[in-house]
């Protein structure tokens, strides 16, 4: 323990400086090439503030988020056999909201995803040197302490960090986030949990009784619902359902009448919910979100705002701690905006692509995809081509996106972009918004990403209704209608090779099929998987391509 305490004290002194160059963040800048070195630095002050930038990812450092659980008590409640009549009873009522047998279970619940034990070479993204007790807790799970002990919290990495055969990728989505639920769930328990007798019955300090209390108040300002499907998050819902607990001045001021008569919101029965994005698209943009709503400003100062509106935090305590941890926020924006892709050739191997094949689909690419998802030109495009490998043939050696970032409406479902429009202008309001320079201007439409890894982002759509590319480039009313979701754990069973994405009908592994929440249904509301189909790469109402071109597409879609 004392030589991992000395290494991250080395750690955090060795990376305490780190901007050189203010990146420009306001609406209309111009991105003529992609933002990967965001603040201009040296490449060895770059590896180090990447390094601590992940850090942040993986350990939330908002130290003013008060939605903390007290970790050794917690641990203690489920691991312990209550025996105690009156123990029972809150252990009984607990069951009502969480069905966890150990804090382990929850943890698996949440999609979080354990730490490698060894170095990854398939990862694109270095992860940072951590202590042994940091890495006893699955990636995104931390504990913050302060004068009232050890309380647990959620940051960055749950729902951006995935298990993808066997490596852990920073920055990937997670296909199973359920971070909206778990704190849907604390906020119904809350109030049966009467601190006094968790103080005595769990024999807690007097500082994690006021850990609990503290956690209690910010959670009455927390307004969340499920999502509508696994695998999907309801931020957009929880942040404006969040909002209508507050008082609509400047500050968003929680008091008693605002939550317990909070305003009504369309949000409550609206379904917007979409999948966390990955984070190296970033680098390209000037708009943020998948509807690209939020024109200028940070999106890691957005993305603290959002959560922390969510967590019921004191909006003009996180405003200075937003304005006295510039480094941190720096770092954190250095390493989501460097990150990069996990390779396809690198999982596979380099002769699980057909070099011939994804060429003649770069020209249907060209055709069809190009003006809207950006150009990647490759290594076998380059006048050296003949001497390069066929890794580095495979490789991008240059992406050019738009320098203005688009929205475009291709018919998918509109949910998630009609949503912005409940809670922007009280978003707008906001003097931290102000202060951080966040716009938000509502959509009608969803941002053509950059498709750098578009092997990886399985299932597709910002909603996930399309399980896979190949029906992904089927015409939107003969694309499977459900499909079940599993874990990415096994490159033969878990992942169809041919279309990228999950495998369909007998393809379909049988234990998936145990647990029917993993089923995804198309006709419900907000999962609509029409879209995306007519005059790209249809034409009056014909496919333009064949099966055989639309593989050879595909195939090209794995280079990237």
Not at 41 to 54: A, H, I, Q, V, W
Not at 134 to 147: C, F, K, R, V, Y
Not at 421 to 434: C, T, Y
Request: hydrophobic share 35%; net charge neutral; proline share 6%.
């Amino acid at each position: 323990m004392l030589v991992d305490s000395i290494k991250l004290i080395l750690f955090t002194l060795l990376f305490s400086q780190i901007a050189s160059s203010s990146p420009n963040w306001t609406e209309n800048y111009e991105v003529t090439s992609p933002r990967e070195n965001i603040y201009e630095l040296s490449e060895k002050e770059l590896n180090k503030t990447l390094l601590l930038g992940r850090r942040h990812a993986l350990i939330y450092p908002v130290s003013v988020s008060y939605l903390r659980i007290p970790y050794g008590p917690l641990s203690d409640f489920f691991e312990t056999t209550p025996n105690d009549p009156v123990r029972k009873l809150l252990f009984d009522l607990a069951k009502v909201v969480s069905p966890f047998q150990s804090i382990q279970e929850v943890f698996k619940w949440l999609g979080l995803n354990e730490y490698p034990t060894s170095i990854q070479r398939e990862n694109p993204n270095e992860l940072p040197p951590l202590s042994t007790e940091e890495t006893s807790l699955p990636m995104g799970a931390t504990i913050l302490e302060d004068e009232y002990g050890k309380g647990l919290t959620f940051g960055c990495a749950t729902c951006h960090s995935s298990h993808l055969f066997g490596v852990k990728v920073l920055g990937l989505t997670n296909r199973f986030p359920r971070a909206n639920e778990f704190f849907r769930r604390g906020a119904a328990l809350a109030p049966y949990v009467n601190s006094f007798v968790f103080k005595n019955m769990l024999q807690t300090t007097e500082g994690e009784r006021l850990m609990l209390v503290r956690a209690k108040e910010n959670l009455k300002y927390v307004g969340a619902k499920p999502p509508i499907s696994v695998g999907l998050d309801t931020s957009l819902a929880q942040v404006a359902l969040s909002l209508a607990k507050r008082n609509q001045d400047e500050y968003a001021t929680r008091t008693t009448f605002s939550h317990r008569f909070p305003r009504k919101n369309k949000l409550e029965t609206m379904v917007s919910d979409s999948k966390p994005a990955v984070w190296w698209n970033l680098k390209y943009k000037n708009r943020w979100l998948s509807d690209g709503s939020i024109v200028s400003g940070n999106p890691v100062h957005t993305n603290f705002l959002w959560n922390e509106i969510g967590r019921g935090t004191d909006l003009k305590l996180l405003e200075r701690w937003l304005v006295e941890n510039s480094q941190t926020i720096e770092a954190l924006t250095a390493a989501v905006f460097a990150s990069k892709p996990p390779r396809y050739e690198t999982f596979f191997g380099e002769n699980a692509i057909d070099i011939e094949k994804a060429k003649r689909g770069q020209v249907h690419f060209v055709k069809s995809c190009q003006k809207c998802h950006g150009t990647y030109q490759k290594g076998w495009e380059l006048e050296n081509a003949s001497e390069l490998t066929k890794v580095e043939l495979l490789q991008n050696s240059k992406v050019t996106y738009h320098t203005q970032t688009p929205v475009k409406d291709v018919g998918t479902d509109p949910g998630r972009y009609l949503g912005m429009n409940e809670f922007a202008s009280d978003l707008n309001n906001l003097k931290i918004s102000k202060t951080i320079g966040t716009v938000v201007v509502p959509q009608k439409g969803y941002v053509p990403p950059p498709l750098d890894g578009i092997w990886s982002r399985w299932p597709y759509f910002h909603n996930n209704s399309v399980p896979n590319l190949c029906a992904l480039l089927t015409r939107g009313s003969h694309r499977p209608s459900g499909y079940w979701a599993g874990p990415a754990l096994n490159k033969e069973t878990d992942f169809d090779q041919n279309c990228i994405g999950y495998p369909m009908g007998e393809k379909t592994p049988d234990n998936w099929k145990q647990d029917p929440e993993f089923f995804y249904d198309t006709k419900k509301e907000g999962l609509s998987n029409l879209g995306h189909d007519e005059r790209i790469f249809i034409k009056n109402g014909q496919e333009i391509y064949s099966d055989n071109e639309k593989l050879e597409l595909i195939e090209f879609l794995k280079t990237l």
